[in-house]
């Protein structure tokens, strides 16, 4: 994993240095003078050569220093600290969605294959994987919140309502620790729309890939044996060919995490969801080097932590698999 | 899975249900929520915020000595100072202000000279973004501003400076007045309490700062000490919502008050809704084109009269703008001293050939330009306007390459003096005349017109002349002549002065917006 880590530290570093354009200019503005300018990037050691500020960068890391933001003035750990608890709460929750509503879904396809249930979810998987999710968002939002009023509006709270106290920055397990249900419910009910949002693609993907997967193993020997045997249906499929038929959705399910980390800009920019997407673009677009790098750093280490996870989970679901 | 199902409906319904519990809360009589797009806000200290966001919530809960109030930037009122005289010694101008007796500040404690000068000399000390309003525009240093006892106030500027432009800096966030001790009891490592001010505030304003969650909402509180009528409303809730469809849903829901960002086609259709209202907001802002006066054929005058000349001013505000914005041709903004509303040029080719060919350019020119990516002020994406300034040049034989460009290039190469054509804008940073024709007019000051590579040293002396002319009439006429010698001889076209809009509910009243960015909320009621 550190090897991994290093190899897009040096990538992201060297190609945020290549891009031409000055952060300095950005974070300062069209009417900062010169001897701001040169004081600034002086500040930041953004006047030495590049091999230096990554050395310098990378010396900082072993120490747990991610370094200044050039546009928010912060430390970028500080910068992460707030808006990864916002990013993760929501990933989490439209991984959720996508797990829960995609693989019913794919698995009742592979058992009723080309009968009704199977084209209607086949279409719906098309649809959900084209909807552009930006127009999927406002449509929610729009039917949900402003016709209905069934749901509340965009952020993780009402206004009116007083963050619980802060301790993971997960506002459900915050309001859970303390103790506080109402905050606890409507966080829950602000969360519903950008996870239906963000989630609907990965539920497509993964309805998909089970559906596949599920229909591979059904046809084979083992299955017809257990039917053979007497096995009630829902037993066969749930107990036999599922257990299987994870094995290659697993993968699927562990990258679309990744995805959801990382891609969730828009879904946070209809729903003013304060996370880390909207904050990546942003360093991104401005040439923030510090917070670009601390970002993808962030989001490699998580990716490769639950990757980590679904190999072990393979271990346990597939006998043949061994590791050292 | 049958013993999940009517777990999973019961969820469903609890989550959907408006009936148990508080459901949608529509915000009370006594919060106000304004929603924005606040991912500019860096810092609520005084004397480092510069951006949109954090200037709107400094003046809410900061006072400065003087003030411009509402709309009107031309009359400057008494706040923190009842009165100041302006004398000239020979070598210096003495700035004299007598502070208003009584007023304290939140923490409870009396507002000095003391403190004036600490909160001054903090921003000149601290030298982030504002500090060189302080420095170059009003060429002071720390020790500048003196307190002659605890309720005057005595600054000493330099003859090259402006009182004028001096007090007009007064007015803006960067003069506000910092409880000193408050700052103090905050310090760390030398830095005045700015780590402390970024998101706490110390000030005399209607209100107090009560928290601020990046990227998700800040608080403003009435000030119990407020030596001011009290504010209509006792909290203000500004809450980020970047996204102007949202806005508009949460207007139209009751679920905010004010909407700062919608678009025009989203304010033309909730003015015909019952329950919005839609009211616009003045800007000093100007959307022009630089050209590289260095780079030919742009270096004749003849050629970039010829490029004015060719432009569908009428057709740019009409049709791509919608009305929101004015026709404005000079470099001093509507709204500030000094404008002047002359506006000769509209689309004439034949006028325009006519000056190219007198220029020994007969068959026309290619030229770049670069335009940044994503909206314009306005309402109008910039790559919009450009390809109409496109399809207008090329009647009059002008090819012009359109080049968006991301802002941290494009200034890159704007401040290096290598733009052919440059389609930005500029805001002033001082509601004074000079704040912006120095910039345009004067290369040394190294700002647009050395971006521009134009070198004009008469245009340079009159603008020095007009920024210290005390006299109100002789100064009007001196920016008259500045501003026709660069409507005709300058390097830019100066295309409009856009407007903003805000989406209100029905009842909010007393809303008023600075056209510096920022509005009153004391005033506002609903």
């Known amino acids: 994993m550190v090897l991994v880590l290093l190899g897009v530290s040096v990538l992201t570093f060297f190609i945020a240095h290549v891009v031409p354009g000055d952060p300095v200019l950005v974070a300062l503005g069209e009417h900062a003078r010169e001897e701001q300018i040169v004081a600034y990037r002086r500040a930041y050691g953004l006047d030495r050569p590049v091999p230096v500020q990554y050395a310098v960068y990378m010396s900082r890391l072993t120490r747990g220093d991610l370094g200044i933001s050039i546009r928010t003035r912060r430390p970028v750990a500080d910068d992460l600290q707030e808006f990864l608890p916002a990013t993760i709460e929501l990933s989490s929750a ?40 930006f127009w999927l968002g406002l449509l929610l939002l729009g039917a949900f919140y402003y016709r209905l009023r069934w749901l509340p509006g965009p952020g993780r709270l009402d206004v009116v309502i007083s963050p619980p106290q802060l301790r993971t920055g997960l506002l459900l397990v915050d309001a859970v620790l303390a103790g506080d249900w109402e905050a606890l419910r409507n966080a829950l009910r602000h969360l519903v729309l950008p996870a239906l949002t963000l989630g609907l693609f990965s539920t497509a993907v993964i309805a998909r890939m089970t559906r596949s997967a599920m229909l591979e193993v059904l046809y084979q020997d083992y299955i017809r044996t257990a039917r053979a045997k007497g096995l009630r ?3 066969v499929v749930a107990l036999h060919a599922l257990k299987n038929a994870m094995i290659p959705t697993l993968t699927i399910i562990g990258i679309s995490f990744g995805s959801l980390l990382s891609g969730a800009v828009l879904t946070e920019t209809i729903f003013a969801w304060p996370g880390l997407g909207r904050y990546a673009t942003a360093s991104a677009i401005s040439l923030d080097f510090p917070a670009v790098m601390g970002v993808t750093l962030v989001v490699a280490v998580v990716y490769t932590q639950v990757n980590l996870v679904v190999d072990l989970i393979y271990a346990r679901l597939d006998p043949r698999v061994r590791y050292e | 899975m ?9 969820l469903a319904s609890l989550l959907t249900s408006p009936a148990i519990g ?16 606040i991912s500019d806000m860096i810092s609520l200290d005084p004397a480092v915020a510069y951006e949109f966001s954090g200037i709107l919530v400094a003046q809410n809960v900061y006072d400065t000595l003087v003030a411009f109030e509402g709309e009107n930037l031309t009359t400057l009122k008494p706040r923190l100072a009842q009165s100041w005289t302006i004398r000239d010694t020979g070598s210096a101008w003495n700035v004299t202000f007598k502070l208003r007796p009584g007023v304290k500040f939140s923490t409870g404690r009396p507002v000095t000279a003391e403190a004036v000068a600490f909160s001054i000399d903090r921003v000149i000390g601290l030298n982030k973004s504002p500090a060189f309003l302080f420095k170059d525009v009003a060429g002071l240093k720390e020790g500048d501003t003196r307190a002659i006892d605890s309720t005057t106030v005595e600054v000493t500027l330099p003859k090259t400076a ?27 490592g030398g830095d005045r309490g700015e780590a402390w001010l970024r998101n706490h505030s110390a000030g005399t304003g209607p209100y107090m700062l009560e928290r601020w969650d990046t990227e998700s909402r800040a608080v403003l509180v009435a000030n119990p000490n407020y030596w001011g009528t009290k504010p209509k409303i006792a909290r203000v809730v500004i809450q980020h919502v970047p996204e102007s469809s949202t806005q508009k849903f949460m207007v139209e829901s009751g679920d905010a008050d004010i909407a700062a960002n919608i678009t025009p086609e989203q304010a033309r259709d909730m003015a015909r809704k019952g329950n919005v209202k839609v009211q616009k907001g003045k800007l000093l802002q100007l959307v022009y084109i630089g050209m590289n006066a260095k780079h030919p054929p742009l270096d004749k005058a003849k ?38 509303a002359s506006a000769p040029f509209q689309a004439n080719v034949a006028k325009a050939k006519a000056l190219l060919r007198e220029a020994g350019v007969p068959r026309g020119f290619a030229v770049d330009m670069l335009v940044p990516t994503g909206p314009a002020p306005g309402g109008v994406k910039w790559s919009d306007i450009a390809a109409k300034v496109q399809s207008d040049l090329s009647k009059a034989g002008i090819k012009v ?32 005349p000079d704040g912006n024709a120095t910039p345009f007019s004067d290369y040394g000051a190294k700002s647009i017109a050395w971006r521009n590579a134009y070198e004009d040293a008469a245009a340079a002396k009159l603008a020095k002349q007009a920024a210290l002319e005390p006299d109100s009439a002789k100064r009007r006429v001196l920016y008259k002549q500045l501003t026709d010698r660069i409507l005709h001889q300058g390097p830019y076209v ?15 009243a007393g809303f008023v917006w600075n056209p510096m960015a920022f509005a009153e909320f004391r005033t506002v009621s609903k």
């Open chain 1, 94 to 133: 439209a991984w959720l969605v996508a797990l829960l509503l995609g693989i019913p879904a794919g698995i009742l396809s592979a058992v009723f294959k080309d009968r009704t249930f199977d084209h209607l979810s086949r279409l719906g998987a098309l649809i959900g994987a084209s909807f552009p999710v």
């Open chain 2, 22 to 37: 508080p459901g949608l809360a529509a915000p009370a009589a006594n919060t106000l929520v304004y929603v924005a797009d």
């Open chain 2, 2 to 10: 049958r013993k999940l199902m009517p777990v999973l409906l019961l």
């Open chain 2, 303 to 340: 050629v970039r009269e010829a490029i004015r000349s060719s432009i569908d001013y009428d057709g740019i505000v009409r049709s791509l703008l919608r009305g929101e914005a004015r026709k404005v041709q000079t470099i001093v903004p509507e709204g500030l001293f000094g404008f002047n």
């Open chain 2, 494 to 508: 100066i295309l409009y002065q856009p407007t903003t809009r805000f989406a209100l509910r029905k009842s909010v």
């Open chain 1, 233 to 235: 249906e829902w037993r």
């Open chain 2, 162 to 188: 402006s009182p004028q432009a001096f007090l007009s800096v007064m007015s803006f966030t960067v003069g506000a007045v910092v409880d000193p001790d408050e700052a103090k009891a905050h310090e760390s």
């Open chain 2, 401 to 432: 390459t359109i080049k968006e460009t991301a802002q941290a290039q494009l200034l890159n190469i704007y401040r290096a003096q290598k733009g052919q054509m440059v389609m930005i804008l500029w805001g002033p940073d001082f509601p004074d």
